[in-house]
């Protein structure tokens, strides 16, 4: 942002920036509400659920950490 940008007692220009970040965020919510809805991949979920297992049978069994 340039010097003349900028409103008197406004140094940083934070009064102009407010509808940018204001627009910028409407967008965001935009973007990532339709992400959001999407379903969640075949290959993610299986790999969810293979982990899920995992951590529920170290529980279930004392002793090394998974992994070592």
């Known amino acids: 942002m340039s010097q003349d940008s900028k409103r008197p007692g406004d140094p ?3 009064i102009q920036q ?3 970040q204001a627009h910028l965020g409407e967008q965001l919510k935009r973007y990532f509400s339709s992400i959001v809805s999407e379903p969640v991949p075949d290959r993610f979920a299986s790999l969810l659920d293979e982990l899920e297992k995992r951590e529920r049978a170290a529980k279930e069994q004392p002793g090394p950490e998974m992994g070592k």
């Open 12 to 14: 940083k220009g934070e």
């Open 18 to 20: 407010q509808p940018v």
